[in-house]
C-alpha cells in the first residue's frame, strides 16, 4: 500500500464513510487486481500442493479497515426470508458430493472458517452484533485447545465441521488413513456439541473419490469447496469481479479474521446479499 499523505478529497471520502453506513458507501471502496492464489490454502506449505494460480478481482477496504465497528453497515433484524430454493438433496450415505456453490437465486452467499489456530475474541463478538452464521471447519489441536470458543463463533448460526484430526493430504492416505482422520474429528467434535456438523472440507481443498466415500460413511453428507475467499481484508473472487449468489466463501482462523469478516460485510451490504447459513441449503437428509 502507497504510503503517499492522503489528499483532502480522499480524506473527506474517508470521513463521509465513517459517517454514514449505508450502502452507498460501498462506491468508496478500492478495487485492485493482485495476482494470487484465490483458494491461499490453509497453511504456508500448501503452496507445494496447490500450484495452480487464479488472477483474483479483490476489493480492499480503505485504510480505514480497523476503526470502530460503527463504520460499517448497521445489523439488521429482519425475519429469517431463506431459503425460497431450491435446497439441494443430499445423499444419506455413500460417495458424497463435492460443493464449491449452491445453485440458488436467492441472494445469499455462506461464510466459512477453517481451521482454528489464531481465536481473535473479537470474532465472535462481530459474527454477534451482525447476526452472522458461519460454518467452521476445525482440527484436532486448535479445537481441543478451546472448544468453547467455537461455540461462540456459531452461536449466531452455522456450525462446527470436521476439517480432519491433523490437517493431512489426504489424497496421500488410504481410505482407511482417510476414514480415520474425516470421521474421527468427526467424533471429537461430538464429544462437545449435541450434534457435530454434517459437513467436511479437506484439507487444501484437495480430495478424491476415497475421501468422499469416507465422509459419507459417518454421517457427512457433503464434502464443501469454496467460490471466493477472504484475505488480508479484502475479498477475492474466482469468477467475476464480485461475490455471486449461493458463493461459499472460505478464510481461516488467523489475525486477518476480524478485518476478512468486516469486508464480507461490506461487500455483502454493497450487494444486497445476505450471509446466510449454508447448513439452511444442504440440510440432513430428511430435514429439508
Known sequence: MSTQRPTKRSRAA???LAGVATVTAGAMFITSRTGSSIGRADSADSIELITATTEAETTTLPSTTLAPTTTLPPPTTTTKAWPKGPVLTIPAAGAVPVISRIATADPVVFLTIDDGY???????????????????FVNQGPYLADPDYFARVTASGGSINSHTKSHRLLTKLSAS?????????????????????H???????????????????????????????????????????????????????????????????????????????????????GDG
Not at 121 to 134: D, H, S
Not at 178 to 197: K, L, N, S, W, Y
Open 14 to 16: 474517508i470521513a463521509a
Open 118 to 136: 489464531i481465536r481473535d475474541p473479537r470474532v465472535p463478538e462481530l459474527l454477534a452484533q451482525f447476526k452472522i452464521p458461519a460454518t467452521l
Open 177 to 197: 488413513a482417510q476414514r480415520a482422520e474425516i470421521c474421527g474429528m468427526r467424533d471429537i467434535i461430538g464429544q462437545h456439541v449435541f450434534v457435530p456438523g
Open 199 to 285: 459437513l467436511f472440507r479437506a484439507p487444501f481443498g484437495v480430495s478424491n473419490t476415497a475421501t468422499q466415500t469416507a465422509a459419507g460413511s459417518c454421517g457427512i453428507n457433503a464434502v464443501l469447496s469454496w467460490h471466493a475467499t477472504l484475505n488480508d481484508g479484502r475479498v477475492q473472487y474466482q469468477q467475476g469481479d464480485q461475490l455471486q449468489p449461493g458463493d461459499i466463501v472460505l478464510t481461516h482462523f488467523r489475525d486477518d479474521l476480524y478485518d476478512n469478516i468486516r469486508a464480507l460485510i461490506w461487500q455483502s451490504a454493497i450487494q444486497g446479499l445476505t450471509i446466510a447459513p449454508i447448513e439452511d441449503y444442504l440440510p440432513l437428509p
